[in-house]
């Protein structure tokens, strides 16, 4: 169940609390929630800018989880110390986010994350930067099925992702994708094999080798966030990082 900022975590967050060690909020960048208009909604987010900024990434988090995942957050805090600002948002109101069915609608996460992006192409303090999407499970199919539909999105990183649910628009995908599984994810690492050959883009699959759909055991996350550090940079900075996954 995804909460809205006046509600608790949901049960994924309480989950990842339990492990969790990382900062509650993204390090070395300023931090100001946001509220972005989706259809007759508000969508509420957290919007986190690092100094001397080189792109933006717009985060969709899975079923069962909000925008304070502390798994997202952790992610979130590292690409903000590679100067890669971020936005944090719940796709869903607490109103539709009671709705099973709406947790587990692609199209309209899809068009929710598509509103986002158009928010995030207005706001004046980053309209300038190029933009990448950051999907976990559901959530990352919501963000290969919005970036279908955009060709302005730079790059796209997926964790423990879905790409089956959005596999009938995946040829359409112009954005250099990154698949990151656990390798003892077995079956949503096969669904992401599938999902590798129907790209319609640079396109790559990495396995965190020992690492369950969650990431919890030690080291996982952490080999995932500099993963997807290197790829946004990659695509979305000043040319490739150094060995270290700065700019």
């Not at 899809?110 to 980053?126: D, G, I, K, N, Y």
Request: aromatic share 4%.
């Amino acid at each position: 169940m995804l909460a809205d900022a006046a509600s608790p975590p949901g049960r994924d967050d309480l989950r990842e609390m339990a492990w969790q060690t990382a900062p509650a909020e993204p390090r070395a960048a300023r931090v100001r929630p946001v509220a972005i208009p989706a259809d007759s909604t508000s969508l509420p987010g957290s919007l986190a800018l690092p100094a001397g900024a080189v792109g933006v990434v717009v985060f969709a988090h899975g079923s069962g989880s909000s925008r304070f995942s502390p798994r997202n957050v952790q992610v979130a805090a590292s690409l903000n110390d590679a100067r890669l600002g971020t936005l944090l948002l719940d796709l869903l109101s607490e109103q539709e986010a009671r709705v099973h069915g709406k947790v587990f609608d692609v199209p309209l996460l899809a068009e929710r994350l598509s509103a986002a992006t158009a928010w995030v192409e207005a706001a004046p303090e980053v309209c300038h930067l190029p933009i990448g999407y950051f999907g976990a499970s559901t959530g990352a199919a919501a963000a290969l099925w919005a970036a279908a539909q955009d060709g302005g999105v730079g790059a796209v990183v997926c964790r423990g992702g879905r790409p089956d649910l959005a596999a009938a628009r995946l040829p359409a995908v112009r954005a250099p994708t990154l698949l990151v599984v656990g390798g003892n994810d077995d079956v949503v690492l096969e669904l992401n094999r599938e999902a590798l050959a129907l790209l319609g883009c640079e396109a790559e699959l990495r396995v965190v080798e020992g690492a369950t759909h969650l990431f919890e055991e030690p080291g996982a996350l952490e080999e995932v966030a500099s993963l997807a550090r290197r790829w946004f940079l990659r695509h979305l900075g000043e040319g490739p990082p150094s060995a270290d996954g700065s700019s």
